[in-house]
């Protein structure tokens, strides 16, 4: 069974947290309209889309943390994704766009406030892989809009 959107994210000036847009254009330098301030740690070919799931958000929030969609920088929020299947080399799959995960995406202190206590190694895959975000390659460039649905390979 196919997930699917529950949101696309892109920040023009860049930081957190990142505002919804209902398309998001995917090439593979990056999302167009997303600036990263940090070229070093973000974006680039290899870490050209952040992927994240909309169950663990929710997991986090029934754990008191004050997180929300878009606050921790992704780009690209699904849900009935089997999240602990992903890891490196997982493709997703959306009706124009192919993405493949080339890496984990260790959170840092720009997203502090999106966790009780300043506690964002909450989502870092070295404490808690199942809640990790990931960074991905585009296989395939496109657009990716908000009732695509989404496969993982």
């Known amino acids: 069974m196919p997930g699917s959107i529950v949101g696309l994210f892109a920040a023009p000036k ?3 947290p990142k505002p919804m847009v209902q398309l998001l254009q995917v090439t593979t330098e990056g999302c167009v309209g997303d600036y990263q ?5 973000h974006g680039g070919p290899l870490k050209a889309v952040c992927l994240f799931s909309d169950e663990v958000i929710s997991q986090l929030q029934d754990e008191g943390h004050p997180i929300f969609p878009g606050s ?3 780009n690209v ?3 009935d994704v089997d999240w602990s299947s992903v890891g490196i080399g997982t493709q997703f799959c959306f009706n124009e766009v192919i993405l493949e995960v080339t890496s984990d995406a260790p959170p ?3 997203i502090r406030e999106s966790f009780t206590n300043g506690k964002f190694k909450s989502i870092s895959v070295k404490f808690a892989p199942q809640f990790s975000r990931w960074y991905a390659r585009v296989i395939k460039e496109g657009s990716i809009r908000m009732d ?3 496969e993982i390979s």
């Open 14 to 16: 860049g930081g957190v």
């Open 37 to 41: 301030r940090d070229e070093k740690h």
């Open 72 to 74: 921790v920088g992704e």
């Open 77 to 79: 929020l699904v849900k």
């Open 108 to 110: 840092c202190k720009t």
């Open 148 to 150: 695509d649905a989404v």
